[in-house]
């Protein structure tokens, strides 16, 4: 049996771009992959399709303590996929219902992607429609959770330390920072491929990174739509790092650093 790989983040953190680059790296086209072929490289570990197998009863009629249950399951058929299989989770590394969220003797690595708190907050809000208070007051939830829905079961963020550092402390995990892979792609986009046993091809590697820069996965979304994605709002926006600065009041900022600064201090965001 094969080990997963998560794809971790706290929502609107770039695991959606993280993702498109390794399946521009696997395809090394000359031309960017579609946006709406991730899962051939990465899955979304709370697809309803990897629970249902393992339930006599329709998935979506489950309450969240019995949809926890099923999640060993649920990881034991992904990591039966392959050697090493890519998932994607927005869950936190942590227990719920005292089962864990990422299944421990399933797990071969992790690679946590994490960003501002203060542009996760604007990003979020944006995705979502919600006005930024209330998404800044969800970031600083210790119960947050994404809500399931009609294909996907739900999501157990906890407040945003706390889902940072029960990925921080995971035993075998590579941290990467969203603004680093802004502003030193060919560095952090290879460390994670290092990180997942491969040595970098240079030009292989410029390749897939000019095809995921988000002009073109803009652009793609545009012109194709993204199935993942079922807002009217676009998922790939700016692509930018630091528009908390302008976008937030002060007491919004201050809000944030009130309930996270320990921690974005240790990441060096303040």
């Not at 031309?31 to 006599?56: G, H, K, R, W, Y």
């Not at 949809?67 to 989770?89: D, E, N, Y």
């Not at 030193?184 to 986009?189: D, G, H, K, L």
């Not at 240079?202 to 897939?208: E, F, N, Q």
Request: glycine share 4%.
């Amino acid at each position: 049996m094969g080990k997963i790989v998560w794809l971790a983040s706290y929502p609107k953190s770039g695991n959606t771009w993280v993702r498109a680059f390794l399946l521009n790296y696997v395809q090394d086209s000359a031309t960017p992959a579609s946006i709406n072929d991730l899962a051939d490289v990465s899955v979304p570990e709370p697809l309803m399709t990897f629970f249902q197998p393992f339930a006599a009863e329709p998935v979506q009629n489950f309450s969240a303590e019995k949809i926890q249950a099923l999640r060993p399951r649920a990881h034991a058929a992904l990591a039966a996929r392959g050697k090493a299989v890519f998932v994607k989770t927005h869950n936190a590394n942590l227990e719920f219902f005292d089962i864990p969220l990422c299944t421990p003797e399933h797990t071969g690595g992790a690679i946590y992607i994490v960003r501002d708190p203060r542009d996760v907050a604007l990003s979020y809000a944006a995705y979502t429609g919600w006005p930024l208070d209330d998404i800044i007051a969800l970031m600083a939830n210790p119960q947050a959770a994404i809500a399931p829905s009609t294909d996907q079961v739900f999501e157990f963020l906890a407040d945003w330390s706390r889902h940072v550092t029960s990925w921080v402390a995971a035993p075998s995990r590579v941290l990467v920072r969203y603004e680093d892979l802004l502003r030193q792609p060919e560095t952090y986009f290879g460390r994670i491929l290092r990180y997942i046993g491969t040595e970098p091809d240079a030009s292989r590697l410029a390749r897939a990174i000019q095809h995921t820069n988000f002009a073109t996965l803009s652009a793609q979304e545009q012109k194709t739509g993204f199935a993942a994605h079922r807002s009217k709002s676009s998922f790939f926006r700016a692509g930018q790092a630091g528009q908390w600065q302008t976008a937030l009041r002060p007491a919004q900022q201050a809000q944030i650093i009130a309930s996270h600064g320990a921690v974005m201090k240790k990441l060096g965001y303040i």
